[in-house]
């Protein structure tokens, strides 16, 4: 099946650095990355769609300054929280999709990033 | 507001007996369904989705039933098992059929637990 990776798996910081997470899927292509984070026991909300080559779309209420999003390749694309503080804690998980088959729209999922800012 | 719902925050089944949950979707124009399995501080795992072109996919011990004049749907899982504990997520695309990936809105998930 397809497999998708997610690096850091947890990462502790200090108020006002960066973050830098990486999603990567492992054997496919994806053109479209998509970047997710969820509160606890809340649902999974939307952040940003990640299209290779162009700039992310950002979800309403997403500050995309905030949240630095790159797809540089068809594999790889990476989600940096600049100037953490601790209201950005949460779990952030990315979905990559590989290429559409006919009426299939399956989206894979990394293992998710814990973040945790003090 | 929250397009897809996931009324029941918990269900508990015993073992060998049929899991059913389920979600209602608000949204007309979600064309394509997918249901996730995820354990806490783990990606969702993908179990298995249905076009608005059918009302019913089966996979195994999983079964998705989709009612569009109702927008409604749900999952089956027959039977059931401990492994099964878990929390299930629905997820609805729209214009999935189109040239450009629809994005997914998720429900609040439903806790699983299945008890040996």
């Known amino acids: 099946g397809a497999v998708v990776s997610q690096h850091p798996s947890w990462v502790i910081c200090k108020s006002g650095t960066s973050v830098k997470i990486e999603c990567r899927s492992l054997d496919f292509q994806a053109t479209t990355m998509f970047w997710y984070r969820q509160f606890p026991k809340q649902s999974l909300m939307l952040m940003a769609t990640s299209n290779e080559g162009s700039k992310a779309t950002y979800e309403q209420g997403v500050e995309k300054d905030k949240f630095l999003i790159n797809h540089a390749s068809l594999t790889l694309s990476t989600l940096t929280v600049t100037s953490a503080h601790p209201e950005d804690s949460s779990f952030y998980i990315c979905?990559?999709?590989?290429?559409?088959?006919?009426?299939?729209?399956?989206?894979?999922f990394g293992p998710g990033t814990r973040l945790l800012v003090l | 507001d929250q397009q897809v719902k996931q009324n029941s925050p918990s269900l508990s089944v015993q073992e060998g007996r049929i899991s059913i949950l389920n979600c209602d979707y608000t949204n007309s124009m979600f064309d394509y369904f997918l249901w996730y399995k995820k354990y806490p501080a783990e990606g969702p795992t993908f179990l298995i989705s249905i076009s608005s072109i059918k009302d019913k996919n089966e996979d195994g011990r999983f079964t998705v039933f989709l009612n569009k004049s109702a927008k409604h749907l749900s999952l089956h899982i027959v039977p059931s098992q401990p492994g099964d504990s878990a929390v299930y997520f629905c997820?609805?695309?729209?214009?999935?059929?189109?040239?450009?990936?629809?994005?997914?809105?998720f429900g609040q998930g439903t806790i699983l637990t299945v008890h040996p």
């Open positions: 997820a609805a695309a729209a214009n999935a059929g189109g040239t450009s990936y629809g994005k997914l809105t």
């Open positions: 979905s990559a999709s590989p290429a559409r088959l006919a009426g299939e729209e399956t989206q894979y």
